[in-house]
């Protein structure tokens, strides 16, 4: 899939098939990630692939905006340095493992921002790193709309040299 096709169609998906995601594509998935550029190359990311259903049942029950991770093919746990350009290089890791994984058929949806103590204690994350973000991946319950979003017309957002000038080009 074309890089603009994956960033105009993916969707944040809650409902999965428990279907196993095949190992090439879960290494390409953690590859993206892995290979995504960061400030000054501190790659401030950590990723804790959960795949056993067990261990996914028990992570969904752990983290309060994320119960549809036990339905998920796998999870990828996102923990960081705790330094200054950390939340924006690994939400960027992030992207690119969505945008992967949606390449293959794949759907996700981010779990975080709170509540995930508990996953932390659960995956062993080091008390010097915070969990960021865990991402749930698997194939989709139902077939997608892909493109079907609901957003804001380009001239709404996007400004033409200086802010409350439509870009209209």
């Known amino acids: 899939m074309e890089v603009f096709e994956a960033v105009r169609t ?6 999965f098939l428990q279907t196993p995601i095949p190992p090439e594509i879960v290494r390409r998935i953690l590859e993206a ?25 028990e992570m969904a029950g752990l983290a ?5 991770m036990a339905d998920a ?29 949606w390449s293959e058929g794949i759907a996700s949806n981010w779990v975080g921002f709170f509540g995930l103590e508990k996953a932390k204690g659960m995956l062993a994350i080091p008390a010097h790193l915070d969990l960021l973000a865990i991402i749930a991946f ?9 493109g079907m ?13 200086r802010f409350g000038v439509p870009f209209t080009r």
């Open 149 to 161: 979003k609901k957003r804001r017309p380009l001239p709404d957002v996007a400004h033409d040299g």
């Open 10 to 15: 993916v969707l944040a998906v809650r409902n």
């Open 73 to 101: 093919g796998m999870a990828v746990a996102v923990s960081i340095d705790k330094s200054e350009y950390a939340v924006s290089d690994a939400s960027r890791a992030i992207q690119s493992m969505i945008l992967t994984a």
């Open 33 to 57: 990630g892995r290979l995504t550029a960061s400030s000054m190359n501190r790659q401030p990311w950590n990723f804790v692939l959960v795949d056993d259903r067990r261990s996914l049942r």
């Open 138 to 146: 698997g194939y989709p319950e139902s077939p997608t709309a892909r």
């Open 64 to 68: 309060p905006s994320g119960p549809y």
